[in-house]
C-alpha cells in the first residue's frame, strides 16, 4: 500500500470520529440548548421570566388569560386554578393562585410544568414569581395555595403578529417529582404574594 492511500485513509478515520464526536456533543446538550432556544424566544407557548414589573401599561388593550390545570398519572393530587381567567392590560401586574391538595397518605413533592397558548403570546408572557420555579412539598392531607405573578409584555402591540391575540391560556400539570426529598423553601410563596 503507497504512503498516498495510507495517508488517505488516517484522514478519513480521522473525519469520521470527528463527526461521531461532534455529533455525540450535539446529542448531549441537544435539551439544554433548546430549552435555552424556547426560553428566549416563546416558542412552543414558553413563558419568560421577568425580573421586574413592565414600566407602563396599555390601557387599550385589553387580553384575557386563562387558567387550566392537570395532575399527571402517578401523582393524587387535587390541583386546579382558583378562578377561572382575568381581564388585563398589557403590563399590568396580576397575581393568581392555584390550589393543591395531596389526597394521598404520604409526603409528595410535585413540580409543575407550564406552556402557554396561542404558542405565539409565550414571548410576551412573563412570570415574575411562580410557584412553578421550584418544587413544592405537601404532607398527607396538606393543602396550599400556590402563587404565580406575571404581566403580558406591553410590546405585544408592537408585534403585527399577535394583533388578533385577544385570550392567552396559561396551562401547568403537576407531576410527582423524581427527587422525593422536599425542597428547602415549599409554598412560602403563596405567603410571600398573598401579602403584598
Known sequence: MSAGIAR????TAGALVGVVVAMGVVVAFS???YR???????????TQRASQAAS????NRTITVRFDAT???GLDWEFHPEQPSV??????TKVIKYKAFNMSREPVTGTATFNVTPAKAGLYFDKLQCFCFSAQHLAPGEAADLAVQFFVDPDIAQD??????????????MFRSKDGTPPVQSS?????????
Open 87 to 92: 381581564d388585563v392590560h398589557p403590563g399590568e
Open 31 to 33: 435539551a439544554p440548548l
Open 8 to 11: 488517505r485513509k488516517g484522514l
Open 56 to 59: 407602563l401599561v396599555d390601557k
Open 71 to 73: 395532575v399527571a398519572p
Open 188 to 196: 412560602a410563596l403563596a405567603t410571600q404574594l398573598s401579602s403584598n
Open 160 to 173: 403585527r403578529n399577535d394583533d388578533d391575540v385577544d385570550t392567552i391560556t396559561l396551562s401547568y400539570t
Open 36 to 46: 435555552l432556544f424556547c426560553a428566549a424566544t416563546g416558542y412552543n407557548g414558553t
